[in-house]
């Protein structure tokens, strides 16, 4: 078997605690019923472009939060902040990056931006020191599932997708990586994606830094 040089990661829901339990929290927080900010933001067709548009940087977090605040019916004020309070680093998934990184696979993070400012999602995570590539989706203009934006990635690792992993807990993403060539893991709790990228790398991912 020809195992995997260069890893691509997705950052929240992968190197941080999942996005569906602090939405939930969120809402129960703000007293909206449950699945409202879901079905408002995410599921509902004007909620989707504007997110979309936020996520390639054609409108600004303040903008998203005023629209998506009146949408809700609650107030504006930091809202992405607020919707995004409880997520937390995921020690296992961060260490394993590290792990890799120290096995001498090259490691990117590929992420759909919520906005960088006033709220910054990436904040206190020390991204551009700890990966080899750090693409952010508002900074390029683009987002995943746009093969430009995996294409970005592959360019800054140096490495083709056929010997690159792309991980992701948004399973709709994972086509279009496969489409150019790599491997694909759907993360969904770290004790089933670290050995799934210890199989595709060939190295241990568990060992203590």
């Given at each position: 078997?020809?195992?995997?040089?260069?890893?691509?990661?997705?950052?929240?829901?992968?190197?941080?605690?999942?996005?569906?339990p602090a939405v939930l929290n969120f809402e129960k927080r703000?007293?909206?019923?449950?699945?409202?900010?879901?079905?408002?933001?995410?599921?509902?067709?004007?909620?989707?472009?504007?997110?979309?548009?936020?996520?390639?940087?054609?409108?600004?977090?303040?903008?998203?939060?005023?629209?998506?605040?009146?949408?809700?019916?609650?107030?504006?004020?930091?809202?992405?902040?607020?919707?995004?309070?409880?997520?937390?680093?995921?020690?296992?998934?961060i260490n394993a990056a590290a792990a890799a990184r120290r096995?001498?696979?090259?490691?990117?993070?590929?992420?759909?931006?919520?906005?960088?400012?006033?709220?910054?999602?990436?904040?206190?995570?020390?991204?551009?020191?700890?990966?080899?590539?750090?693409?952010?989706?508002?900074?390029?203009?683009?987002?995943?599932?746009?093969?430009?934006?995996?294409?970005?990635?592959?360019?800054?690792?140096?490495?083709?997708?056929?010997?690159?992993?792309?991980?992701?807990?948004?399973?709709?993403?994972?086509?279009?990586?496969?489409?150019?060539?790599?491997?694909?893991?759907?993360?969904?709790?770290p004790q089933q994606t670290i050995p799934q990228l210890e199989?595709?790398?060939?190295?241990?991912?568990?060992?203590?830094?």
């Open positions: 078997m020809s195992y995997r040089a260069g890893l691509v990661l997705d950052f929240g829901g992968v190197l941080t605690t999942p996005l569906l703000e007293g909206l019923a449950e699945g409202a900010c879901i079905t408002a933001l995410y599921l509902d067709e004007e909620g989707t472009r504007r997110t979309h548009d936020l996520e390639r940087g054609a409108i600004t977090q303040d903008r998203w939060n005023e629209a998506a605040a009146a949408r809700l019916g609650i107030a504006p004020g930091n809202l992405m902040g607020r919707i995004f309070a409880d997520l937390r680093p995921e020690p296992l998934m096995a001498g696979i090259k490691v990117g993070i590929l992420s759909n931006s919520v906005g960088l400012a006033p709220w910054n999602l990436y904040d206190g995570y020390d991204l551009d020191a700890l990966y080899d590539a750090v693409l952010i989706s508002e900074r390029l203009g683009m987002r995943k599932p746009d093969p430009e934006f995996f294409q970005a990635a592959l360019k800054l690792l140096e490495l083709p997708a056929e010997q690159c992993v792309f991980v992701d807990d948004t399973a709709g993403y994972l086509p279009a990586a496969a489409d150019l060539g790599f491997a694909t893991v759907h993360a969904k709790a199989d595709l790398l060939g190295i241990s991912l568990t060992e203590e830094a």
